[in-house]
Every structure is written in C-alpha cells, then in structure tokens.
C-alpha cells in the first residue's frame, strides 16, 4: 500500500491525500487473476486490490478513464480535475493475465545502460502503473560474475578480459561477445550493485516478482589454464566479429564445472537479494549448437535446470523464443521439443503447439535494437493475442512487453497493456480517439484526424514486416538501398500538416505530449522527403544528369541540416544526452573516453569496423549533424566526381572511405553534443513545415 501512496506522491504531490489505497490478497479467486475496485469515498476515491501493482493498475485506469490523463515514457499529461471525478458505481475490473511480463536481454543495453537511480524509479513506476507484475532484473551480474570466477582461481585480468564494455553487456552475457569496447571498472561494478539493491527493492515493494540471471555456459577462455580438462567447445564468430571480440568459450553440459558454475552464481544472488524463484537463461542466442541431435540439447537444458536447483529447488527456468525465430530451419520440432521440455518456463509467441504444454508468456517484440520510426501492428495483436488466450488457455499464463529499445511508439505499448483488462478483442479506432484525448487532455479533431490516418498506414504493419532496416536516411549510403515502405507516405505527410495546425490550439501550447509528437511525426516525414530525393539522386546518377544530380545533392543536404535543426528543439532526441548519461558513470578521464566510444559505436558502427553497422541506429540531433551528413556529404560528391571523371561508383571502396573519414572518427573523437533543447518545437516545425510543403516532393 505504502508503495503506491509514494508514487502518487510522486506523480501527483498535490493530490496524494485525495486516494486511499487498499492491498488485500482476499479479492483473489481460485484463477489467482489480480483484480482492482475503483469506489467513491466522500469526496475522495478509494482503490481496493490484490496487489500492490494492481493497485497501481488501478491508480492508472482511474486517471485514464475518469481524467482523461496520460503517463508515458515521452511525457505526462496530468490535468486532474478539482475535485476527483467520482465513478457513479462501483467499478470492479478483472486483469485477464497472471503474469504480466516486461523487459527483453537487449534492453539492458539499448535503453538502461546509462540509467540512474532517478530514471529507474520513473520506469518501475511506470511499469506497475501498466500492471507489470514480472522483469527482469539484470543490473550489476558482472559485479556477481566477477565474484565467482575469483572464487574459481581466475585472475582479475582473466575476467576483464572477457567482460566488454557497459554498451555491449547484454550480448557478453549471452555468450555473443567477448573484450569488445571494455572491460568496465571495480567502481562501475560497485555502482551497478548499488542501483541493482534499489531497484530490486522498490520492484519488491510493489509486489513484482524479480527475474534474475543464470548461468549460459559461456566462460572467460582463460578458464582452461585453472581446469585444463574442462570440456570446452569455441563457437563459431558471431555477425563477423573475429574471433578477438566472438567465438566464445562454452562449457558442455556433461562438464561437473557447468554445475558448480551456475549454482554458486546464482547462490550469490541470492545471498544478496533473495529470490522469487525465476531465472532466465539464453543457451543459444543467435549460434547454433555444435549438434542438432535432440538428446544433445536436451542434455543441455537438464544441465541448465540442475544448476538452477542445486541453488534454489524451487527454481523456474524462464527464457526467450527469439532464437527459434532467428533460426527456424535448426529449431525443427524435435530440437525445440527436446530443449523446451526439459525447461519450465518459456515467454515468447508460440510457434511448437504451445511450447509442448510448457507455460509461455505471449509478448509483443516491437522494436528492434531501439531505432526510431512510427511503426505498429494494431490488428495482428488485437486478432493473434486473444486467440491465442482462447487457443493455449491451459499453457498460454500471461502477457508481455519485450521490445529491444523502448522510449518510442508510447501508443502501441498502452495499446498492448490495454488487452490485460479486456477478455475480447477492443474497437482499436474507438481506442485511439480516447488515448488522443488522454495523452493531449483535449479533443482537437486535427490530432484524432492525424491519429486515424497514422493508424491506417504506419500502424497497420503486416507480417513479415517490422520497423527494423526500413530507413534509408540512417544507414550507410550505398547506390542500392531499397524502400521497404508498406503505407502511403502521402498520408503520414498529411497527418503531420494536421498535427503542425493543431499546434495554433492554444490548449495545446504547453503539453508536453503534443510537443513529442509533432517532432516525432516530423521526423517521420524528414525520413520520408530523404528518402524521395535519394531515389532521384540514384536515378539522376544512372542517366549521367550531372545538373540533376547537383540540384538534388544540395536538397537531400538540405534536409539532413534542417532534420538536426528540428529533433534539437526536443530533449527526447538529443544525442547529447546519452553521451552525457554514459560519462556520468565514469570513474576518471580514462573510463569517460571509454564509456563515451561505447554510447557512440553501439547506436552507428555496432563494432569495430562496422559488423553491425546502423542497426541501433537514433534519429537524434548531434547524429544528424556529425555522422549522417559528412556521410551522405561524401556519397553525392563521390557521385558527382564519378560522373566528372567518367568512372564506375565503386561501392565497397566508398564504404572503405566512408568508415576512415566519418564513421570510425565520430566513434574515437570526444566531443561535447549539447544535452538540452535548443529552440521551440511549435515555432520550428511551423517553419520546417512552410519551407518544404511547397516543394514538388510533396
């Protein structure tokens, strides 16, 4: 209860003596579902439930529905009425799922890598606010890791060695990479464990069960100087890392160590934290076993299970679906069924006949390595989630959120935590025009017209289409990027002409919800007119048109400009900011220099020499400017110089180029980005708006 009255004190100080809060574990039934009572009290409203995030829950459908008020990741909108609207009944409301689940492995590195404790009480209110009952908790196991492999004869320079650096943390964790970018300092692990004692704590305090990390096999290769005969397998490199930064060392499963290992692991865990039972573990994230034989990875599994109750006999194994999705032509029935059956629990959508009567939780993935871009999939959840509910309804026991990068596409997620209240699918047109009022705390038909147009086109997604690689303004210039556009951008143009005339409503002016958003729909349509002119330079640059080619060059450097002019008016898309986070939780120079290549390589080169360049890639100020223009500046002059020269455009020997002058110094060069707006959001995009809607691209 007291968990949930300090967070109304935080999200509203001035109004916390206007709730009673109530926590009674005798609403629950024999389906052990949550549920909330929402009741008058006088001139006050009583929230009665069976937990401490139900209670939350139930604080935030109060606010939605009675205040038509908003909190999100992009900002609040918190207009509450004087005094407290007053239900006419008593309103009782059912949250369909057992567990509601949060969190992916990549998160901890695309999103809460920099966080501190500020930013983590903001997020675990938010999360128990959406009714999520269940995370992970992975903060701080290399300070655990590094604990036990000293206990197993290890040096300190062992174990360095194998960590990598802050940015990168969750890939070393599941076996993918090794030394890359690292290793962090004893006072970042310190750090770490010390924000990992809070979060766990506060999670506690509201009832959300703790997911912690388990052992994956995956070992310091030193480990055979200490146990020579230890049986080891090297895996192959993983996306062409050499084997510098990948082919890790795994520990077969028949190997004693793998138990003593795992189990002394997770001990320490629990000498710290205790437990709430669940761990999750990632065997092979992205490689494939050195076997397809199913007895082999059964074997495999059983080892990870041992481990588990050699320290915790109630221990339950809890893992991610993504490597049958990255891999289905390995993970044919007999595999999945071999590894999953001797497991207990395992979140991700069902693609084995509902994992073989093993409990999953069904998530929406979303978002892939955080990039930003309108992207959504309203109807394939609304139609796949509550068939699926009725479909796996003894095995199928909760719900989730597991996208890579969050802080993006604020509607598809309270879209998807909507679902938890609501046994039957939900009028998702009648949906959005609510949420519109909520999150902007006015009606302004422009914005609903904006919404439904988005909703029509960027919302409604078909697999297999998703949001990741479908921009060419943010990857590396190349004379054969292709366009993967599946709306009309005709109509995301006009969504963001209606938001910019929204921007007159005077109720508008302040919020801070609409600012997001008309820099968010802006970016969107910045994206969109690069894209038209890159495809004009190709062709221009194809029929030998020098003239053309000049022309369009200085417009797409034009555009490029004015993009870094516009996401500077928001805090949301500053790339100075993030920099400025990960330098915070240095040590000293040295480490701020480090942590500073970690934050800039991980969103552009994703390496070092680009082995997974621009896949979390960030449309944020201070990358427009420093990275995307000198890149596309030299792709147009080479352009230009091929055709003066009468030569070839030679692509990997543009790509040699461009990654020594641009992409390699922009990682190693340290440079203060500012981390605070600069200008104002309905000012700029008006003027943004009036230079380009005249031009012949749109």
Not at 569 to 576: H, R, S
Not at 578 to 594: C, F, G, P, R, V
Not at 658 to 687: N, T, W, Y
Request: glycine share 4%.
């Amino acid at each position: 209860e007291q968990a949930v009255i300090d967070l109304i004190g935080r999200l509203l100080p001035s109004r916390v003596d206007e709730f009673d809060i109530k926590v009674t574990p005798f609403l629950l039934e024999n389906d052990c579902k949550d549920k909330f009572i929402i009741e008058p009290l006088g001139l006050r409203i009583r929230i009665v439930a069976t937990s401490g995030v139900a209670a939350a829950n139930g604080l935030r459908y109060y606010l939605k529905e009675y205040c038509k008020c908003h909190v999100s990741w992009s900002g609040n909108q918190l207009s509450v009425p004087v005094p407290l609207p007053q239900p006419n009944m008593l309103i009782m409301v059912v949250i369909q799922d057992k567990l509601r689940y949060y969190q992916n492995v990549c998160t901890q590195s695309y999103s809460f890598v920099w966080w501190d404790w500020k930013r983590w009480e903001r997020e675990i209110d938010y999360m128990a606010m959406l009714g999520i009952n269940t995370a992970l908790m992975f903060t701080a196991q290399e300070y655990f890791w590094k604990k036990v492999y000293l206990n197993f004869n290890l040096t300190e320079n062992e174990i360095n060695d194998f960590f990598t650096g802050p940015a990168f943390l969750a890939w070393n964790r599941m076996g993918n990479l090794q030394k890359w970018a690292g290793p962090p300092s004893d006072f970042w692990h310190e750090n770490q464990l010390s924000l990992a004692k809070k979060i766990v704590k506060r999670m506690r305090s509201f009832g959300m069960l703790t997911v912690f990390p388990a052992f994956a096999a995956h070992v310091p290769r030193n480990i055979t100087r200490v146990y020579p005969n230890a049986s080891i397998t090297y895996l192959s490199s993983w996306v062409g890392f050499n084997c510098t930064y990948s082919c890790t060392a795994f520990l077969e499963p028949d190997d004693p160590l793998f138990g003593r290992i795992g189990s002394a692991f997770v001990k320490e865990y629990i000498k710290e934290f205790g437990t709430d039972h669940i761990y999750n573990t990632d065997l092979f994230n992205e490689m494939t076993p050195k076997t397809s034989d199913p007895s082999y990875l059964r074997k495999c599994g059983k080892a990870v299970f041992r481990s588990l109750i050699e320290a915790d006999p109630y221990a339950i194994w809890m893992m991610q679906g993504w490597l049958f999705v990255n891999d289905p032509a390995f993970w044919l029935r007999p595999q999945a069924e071999a590894l999953l059956t001797s497991s207990e629990l395992n979140p991700q959508y069902t693609r084995f006949n509902g994992y073989f009567g093993q409990p999953f939780i069904w998530n929406m993935l979303h978002n892939f390595g955080g990039v930003l871009g309108l992207y959504g999939t309203f109807d394939a959840i609304n139609e796949n989630l509550f068939e699926a509910r009725r479909k796996f309804n003894s095995s199928m026991i909760g719900v989730g959120l597991t996208p890579e990068g969050i802080e993006q596409n604020d509607i598809m997620y309270h879209f998807m935590m909507e679902t938890i209240w609501h046994k039957n699918p939900i009028d998702v047109d009648q949906w959005i025009l609510k949420y519109i009022g909520q999150r902007h705390g006015t009606d302004d038909e422009r914005i609903r017209l904006a919404y439904l147009l988005l909703r029509q086109q960027v919302y409604d997604a078909k697999p297999p289409v998703n949001d990741h690689e479908r921009y060419i303004l943010p990857r590396r210039p190349s004379l054969n990027l292709r366009n993967k556009m599946w709306f009309n951008t005709r109509d995301v143009i006009a969504a963001w002409s209606l938001m910019v005339n929204a921007s007159y409503n005077p109720l508008l002016y302040n919020s801070t919800t609409f600012r997001y958003d008309l820099i968010d729909i802006g970016r969107e349509v910045f994206q969109l007119m690069h894209m038209s002119v890159y495809f004009e330079i190709v062709d221009s640059f194809r029929n030998e048109n020098i003239s053309a080619l000049s022309t369009k060059a200085k417009l797409l450097m034009e555009i490029l400009k004015d993009a870094n002019v516009l996401m500077s008016t928001n805090e949301n898309f500053l790339l100075g900011k993030w920099i400025k986070a990960a330098k915070q939780l240095a040590s000293n120079e040295k480490e701020s220099e480090l942590f500073e290549f970690n934050a800039k390589n991980q969103i552009t080169l994703w390496g070092p020499k680009g082995e997974i360049v621009d896949y979390a890639t960030k449309q944020w100020a201070g990358i427009f400017s420093d990275y995307y223009y000198p890149r596309w500046k030299l792709f147009v002059e080479t352009l230009i110089d091929c055709l003066l020269d009468e030569k070839t455009f030679n692509e990997r020997q543009f790509h040699r180029t461009v990654l020594k002058k641009v992409e390699l110094p922009f990682c190693e060069k340290q440079k203060i980005f500012p981390s605070f707006a600069i200008g104002d959001e309905i000012k700029v995009s008006r003027m943004m708006y009036a230079k380009y809607f005249d031009k012949s691209l749109f």
